[in-house]
């Protein structure tokens, strides 16, 4: 296949270049709006309990929870007269509305949840009806209505609708500003380490054909489902990342393989036999580790697989057809604007080869002391990793939004300055409930709910109630919580409890453990959390075993050892584990906050953010694993020495891998830059899980395991030896001439 694959780009490079440049153009105009397409949520299980609730409520009810609130001050107290008239009259223009429906005020029924303790602030709540997108278009358009000052009130919007808006913007802004970050720093490093500005553009026009590629297929994707609009986040960060690991493996390997006196074309053959089935056999590990996403039913996850699985597609398809193509046509010219002549006049020798001594002075401490390094690097990492066990998780909420947003500020007067959280409604939906059973068992069961701890009232169809007494008998209000058709009734049960914290996912429990005398689906911000974290037990291990099972069997098939893969996955989980520890100390337990971009601290992680990042730092990690295990196993081919190919493979390989990190790393931390919280996690935490698998595992565990396991590292039973011996691929050609490196036998001085 490879083989073929040379010829055709070899003979056809300009009909391959114009092909790509074709597609670039149509994947720019069929992803340019794509933006506009992508929705702020998707952390719920739509088929949970909470999604049911949800679905009943907009199906039967003119007003379920309340996505809209408008927080109205007044210095002089929202009693007085002028308040007051003025509260009622934007609540009633509220009213009227398209596609708003359920407004309810302070003014309207004196209700003491809807009035700060101080008197200074009250709320107006309501349900903006539809999808997530035509929620969004209602409320860009009344929006300028209603904020800012009307007479003696003035008003500030928040809600989950001015919420998901707001990430959106704040998402799309960050993201551009990511992108002028990353794009001149990434050139930079590639004209450091190739030392030709030539060379160095080859790998970013390959990011960028990744990334408008991935745009255009994330447009397709939202045709058929919903996507993510932080999708577009991880198609940036894999786009450059990811084209610069296979730009840089293919163009280095050509570059040496060309300086070693092949011709440019034969070049590109042992190249695309080499290094480009390398490429393609990493892009498979990638995808795979990202395609274990799919297992989950959130669309949030789900859409950074679908970017994830495009991005790497695209960038290999790109690397293995479109960089031999521009290769050949550059030919010997891939060394022009050299930027380091001057030194190498001066020095006597090129530059480049500093990183690969650099590298073999490594490898030969680390195998000639294996147990020192093996001890201290994983006394490290488990150190690192202590602060996992005190995890705790939340739902994504506003404070993932920057102090000065204006939902972060609505919703922190209420967490403040409210005792009860009206926007952190609990809803209890039945369905088949007709008006004699109305009549005689809502009321009971709306008792008994308001009696647990953390609830202040429970508002039904049969009235208000407060610590288990009626306070509020039935009334025209309580028509609302009656389906038009009167088989259908809801429970509103506001509690004073923080909206996603651990008391608040108690009280959830403890609402579905009391008996009901009717079928019941609970739903609300903190349902939805215990439903997330339920769906999320249940599925990780199968994408584990999806993604762990495939990825050995892959790797099996590169090295022919049973051993090699469990290497791998033991010291990535270690990897991984001191990641997240890091985490947990910095963004739930909030140390460096200020150092970082002052975060708010919320003392939780959002419970599909460990998903998230195990999913693409293990497949990064696989990335990195293969790379370096590719050169280390074809000296083993060549020569039999373990400690030989440990040395050979980290010389060879420890510079591209260091130079891709550092790469990637810079888009990340690019990302890392966002204003949005669960962005920053991501993007320092991947950064973070990058530089340590690059520098720490590749460079000190991967060599110091092998040289302490010495032939082991290649056992396999016979009969899978046999296996693979007919299905097995490796980087090697057969018969490729390469330097012979001095190594040392055991015992004796390197």
Not at 274 to 303: C, E, H
Not at 539 to 548: E, F, G, H, S
Request: charged residues 20%; hydrophobic residues 50%.
């Amino acid at each position: 296949m490879f083989e073929r694959l040379a010829r055709l780009t070899t003979v056809r490079p300009r009909l391959i270049l114009i092909l790509a440049l074709l597609f670039a153009a149509a994947a720019v105009v069929l992803g340019g709006g794509v933006a506009d397409r992508l929705q702020g949520g998707g952390t719920t299980d739509p088929a949970a309990e909470s999604s049911q609730a949800s679905d009943l409520l907009e199906r039967d009810f003119a007003a379920g929870r309340p996505n809209l609130a408008l927080l109205l001050k007044a210095d002089g107290g929202v009693d007085t007269a002028p308040a007051a008239a003025e509260g009622r009259r934007l609540a009633e223009r509220l009213a009227t509305e398209h596609h708003v429906q359920g407004v309810s005020s302070y003014w309207q029924d004196k209700s003491p949840a809807l009035r700060s303790t101080d008197g200074r602030y009250a709320l107006i709540v309501a349900r903006i009806t539809g999808t997530e997108t035509e929620a969004d278009d209602t409320l860009k358009a009344i929006a300028p209505d209603y904020r800012g000052s009307h007479g003696p009130l003035d008003v500030k919007i928040g809600g989950a609708t001015q919420i998901r808006t707001e990430v959106q913007d704040t998402s799309r802004e960050d993201l551009g500003k990511a992108e002028a970050i990353a794009l001149p720093l990434t050139l930079l490093i590639l004209i450091l380490v190739f030392r030709s500005a030539v060379a160095a553009l080859l790998p970013v026009i390959i990011g960028l054909i990744a990334i408008v590629g991935t745009n255009a297929s994330l447009r397709v994707i939202t045709g058929f489902t919903d996507v993510s609009v932080f999708a577009l986040n991880l198609t940036t960060a894999l786009g450059l990342g990811l084209a610069v690991d296979y730009g840089l493996f293919i163009v280095r390997r050509y570059r040496e393989e060309l300086h070693g006196g092949l011709p440019p074309k034969a070049a590109i053959g042992t190249t695309l036999a080499t290094a480009g089935r390398t490429v393609a056999f990493s892009a498979l590990t990638v995808a795979v580790s990202l395609s274990a996403m799919l297992i989950f039913p959130m669309y949030y996850l789900r859409s950074f697989a679908y970017a994830g699985i495009s991005v790497v597609l695209i960038a290999a398809a790109a690397a293995l057809l479109v960089l031999p193509a521009l290769l050949v046509v550059l030919g010997r010219r891939i060394d022009a604007l050299d930027l380091t002549r001057l030194f190498r006049r001066r020095s006597g020798h090129a530059p480049a080869d500093a990183s690969g001594r650099r590298w073999r002075r490594i490898g030969e401490a680390v195998v000639k002391r294996p147990v020192i390094f093996l001890v201290t690097a994983v006394a490290a990492l488990v150190a690192l990793g202590l602060p996992l066990f005190g995890a705790t998780f939340g739902n994504i909420d506003d404070r993932q939004l920057p102090k000065e947003a204006e939902a972060h500020q609505v919703h922190q007067v209420i967490r403040d300055e409210f005792t009860s959280r009206p926007t952190g409604v609990l809803d209890v939906v039945a369905d088949g409930v007709d008006g004699a059973r109305r009549t005689t068992e809502i009321g009971p069961y709306a008792a008994r709910l308001s009696g647990l701890p953390g609830v202040v009232r429970v508002d039904s169809a049969a009235g208000v109630y407060q610590k288990g007494h009626l306070t509020q008998p039935a009334g025209p209000a309580q028509q609302r919580y009656t389906a038009e058709g009167g088989q259908a009734t809801y429970l509103s049960v506001v509690p004073s409890l923080e909206d996603v914290s651990p008391e608040s996912q108690h009280l959830v429990r403890q609402i579905r453990n009391v008996p009901a005398p009717f079928p019941v689906h609970v739903g609300g911000g903190a349902a939805e959390l215990v439903d997330t974290q339920d769906t999320l037990t249940d599925r990780l291990p199968y994408a584990l075993v999806a993604m762990v099972g495939v990825t050995m069997v892959l790797l099996f098939l590169m090295t022919g050892s049973i051993v090699m893969p469990l290497k791998a996955v033991v010291l990535n989980t270690l990897s991984l584990t001191a990641t997240f520890g890091a985490l947990v100390w910095v963004f739930q337990d909030g140390h460096l906050s200020g150092a970082l971009g002052d975060f708010t601290v919320t003392g939780f992680l959002p419970a599909t953010l460990p998903v998230l990042m195990f999913c693409v730092a293990f497949g990064l990690s696989m990335d990195y694993e293969v790379f370096v295990l590719s050169r280390i196993k074809e000296e083993y081919d060549r020569t039999g020495d373990t400690v030989r190919a440990v040395v050979f493979g980290l010389q060879r390989s420890g510079g591209v891998v260091t130079a891709a990190a550092a790469v990637l790393s810079i888009v990340l931390v690019a990302i890392g830059t966002s204003k949005i919280t669960n962005m920053k996690m991501l993007g320092l935490g991947l950064a973070l899980a990058v530089l340590m698998d690059a520098i720490v595992v590749r460079g000190v565990l991967v060599p110091a395991v092998m040289r302490l396991l010495g032939r082991a590292n290649w056992w396999a039973p016979g009969p899978l030896r046999r296996l693979h011996s007919r299905f097995g691929i490796s980087e090697g050609g057969p018969g490729e001439p390469e330097p012979v490196l001095t190594v040392a036998k055991a015992g004796e001085p390197l």
